[in-house]
């Protein structure tokens, strides 16, 4: 779904980097909400993660495969500004240092796979879990569906981009008919990983998931064939810091640890393995003419374009390597981007934020 410089024109390529960045601009400022004690330290490693699973393409038709997006899980993990974020992050690293995703259509992938997914999953989902039963099944089950459907949300969006600034003269309808059918079944590929890892997370920690807090019902586990409450099921026990704000008591360095360790071994090992195929869109532009008048990237010499070490000759040893570079590089980015805004938030929330006037007033 990365797309590449030349696929659309000027014009619309620049109208979508206005879009993007008046929506980047809107997330920064949702972001200090969402962001506290729990999501703060995880912003930067469901980036990472993303951009791990990202390169590990999954066969998904006769010489055609797909990989994660990630818009609907990182909106469900840390929520929907905070997963606008995340995902741009990830964009911006693959576009700026391994030359994936052209950088004048920037906005145009930022446009379709980081807005267009995290709203339309994070719409889903929040509906489904207004209507299904309060559970830890029902989470897992709206996250399934919320990221089945942002994928052929994200191809349709990229159709439309195309009708208006496309470079070349084709059939819009058979361009849609392929991109929505090849992106349904790269869609059942995004909602099990999706649904696995939200599952995953809430088993060990439910009250790390922004997506599953405030059910009238605690989450239940199984243990001994009976349903208990899970840890972390009630409000999460907060204490105060130094500054008045309140702190979490609950450590996330045990989940941080093993996301990081997770998504490196995906990125430097598991990513060996990944399909070679073509993904969705490269498969539909090929077919249908539309990478026609695509570009050279303007970072194809990067030491570490398309996901491999320059002058390092073993392909596994450089393939290896970019992922661990790569994922490296996200998690400080993201991490760096999160934190700022968790600060913001403290500073802006603090006593010695509020006006004298105020204070004197209260008095």
């Not at 709206?142 to 089945?148: D, E, K, N, R």
């Amino acid at each position: 779904m990365h797309v590449p410089d030349g696929f659309i024109n000027v014009p619309v390529s620049a109208a979508a980097g206005v879009v993007a960045a008046g929506a980047v601009a809107v997330s920064l400022k949702g972001a200090r909400r969402e962001l506290d004690e729990r999501t703060a330290p995880l912003a930067g490693l469901v980036a990472a993660f993303i951009f791990a699973v990202q390169m590990l393409n999954f066969p998904v038709a006769a010489g055609t495969s797909g990989h994660l997006l990630g818009g609907a899980l990182a909106a469900i993990l840390v929520g929907p500004f905070t997963g606008v974020l995340c995902v741009s992050v990830v964009l911006l690293m693959q576009g700026v240092l391994f030359a994936d995703g052209g950088l004048t259509a920037l906005g145009v992938n930022i446009s379709d796979m980081a807005i267009v997914t995290t709203v339309v999953a994070y719409a889903v989902f929040r509906g489904l879990v207004k209507v299904l039963p309060r559970g830890r099944r029902s989470v897992t089950i709206a996250s399934f569906t919320a990221a089945l459907l942002s994928v052929p949300a994200a191809a349709v969006a990229f159709t439309l981009i195309y009708a208006i600034g496309g470079t070349t003269d084709v059939s819009i309808g058979k361009v849609a008919t392929a991109m929505v059918g090849v992106h349904v079944l790269i869609g059942i590929g995004e909602a099990a990983i999706t649904a696995l890892t939200v599952g995953a997370v809430i088993a060990v920690r439910p009250d790390l998931v922004y997506g599953a807090r405030g059910l009238t019902q605690p989450l239940k586990l199984r243990v001994g064939g009976e349903l208990v409450d899970a840890p972390g099921a009630e409000p999460t026990p907060v204490a105060a810091r130094s500054d008045g704000s309140p702190r979490s008591t609950h450590s996330t360095r045990k989940v941080w640890i093993a996301g990081i360790v997770t998504s490196l071994v995906l990125a430097g090992f598991v990513s060996f393995y990944a399909s070679a195929d073509p993904d969705g869109l490269e498969k539909v532009a090929h077919d249908k003419g539309i990478d026609e008048k695509a570009e050279d990237h303007a970072a194809a010499d990067s030491p570490l374009a398309d996901y491999g070490v320059k002058d390092v000759t073993d392909a596994r040893v450089s393939g290896g390597l970019a992922g661990v570079i790569g994922v490296g590089v996200t998690v400080v980015a993201g991490s760096a981007v999160f934190w700022a805004l968790r600060r913001r938030r403290t500073s802006d929330a603090s006593p010695a934020a509020v006006p004298e006037s105020v204070t004197s007033e209260k008095a």
